[in-house]
Structure formats: C-alpha cells, structure tokens
Nanobody, 115 residues
Framework: QVQLVESGGGLVQPGGSLKLSCAAS????????VAWYRQAPGKQRELVAR???????IYADSVKGRFTISRDNAKNTVYLQMNSLKPEDTAVYYC?????????WGQGTQVTVSS
C-alpha cells in the first residue's frame, strides 16, 4: 500500500521560512506528477504547486516567487521550500502523487504563520 509521509510543518513568524518534505513508498517515483495542496480553516483545498514528470512546474499566484517545489527521485521525496511566509499561508499542507487514475495523498502537516 502506498504511503506518503510528510514532515517539516510547524509554527513560524511572518517573514520566516519552512521546508516541507514528503517521502513516498512507490516504485518508479520519477513517473509521478507531484504536488502540494493546502487547506485553511473554512476554505477549500487549493493547489500550491505542481511538478509533473514531464512539463513545466506551476505555482499558485499567491505563492509565486516565495515557494519552490522540488523533487529527489533517488530518495522518492518531494519538497516545498517556503520563504517570506505570511499569516495567510497558515493551513494544513498535503502532498499529492498522481499517475493516470492513481492518486495518493499525505496525511497533512500543519503550517502556522503567526507572531
């Protein structure tokens, strides 16, 4: 059974940085599209960044220039580097893997941006 294990969330002050990690127990990790989503209280889950196995990486307008998604195919891991964090970035962050009709989600990690 596929598992996605996230880590790196926490409490950070506005302007600070965090790096999220998501390790996946899948074979041939490199063929998957990887992404990060987030869900704030009372809001719908939204796409933060997506890195396909082929093609361009995309970012939500709200995080462009501040967040960077990356992947290490040798370690089956996807990362989200978050800089210049704002209170409105507060949410539960979820990693996502997708290949055709297969789709997997992590358990979520809380990111809180507050002074």
């Amino acid at each position: 059974q596929v598992q996605l294990v996230e880590s790196g969330g926490g409490l950070v002050q506005p302007g600070g940085s965090l790096k999220l990690s998501c390790a996946a127990s899948v074979s041939i990790f490199k063929v998957y599209t990887v992404a990060w989503y987030r869900q704030a209280p009372g809001k719908q889950r939204e796409l933060v960044a997506r890195n396909p196995n082929v093609g361009a990486t995309i970012y939500a307008d709200s995080v462009k220039g501040r967040f960077t998604i990356s992947r290490d195919n040798a370690k089956n891991t996807v990362y989200l580097q978050m800089n210049s964090l704002k209170p409105e970035d507060t949410a539960v962050y979820y990693c996502n893997l997708r290949l055709a009709i297969q789709e997997y989600w992590g358990q979520g990690t809380q990111v809180t941006v507050s002074s």
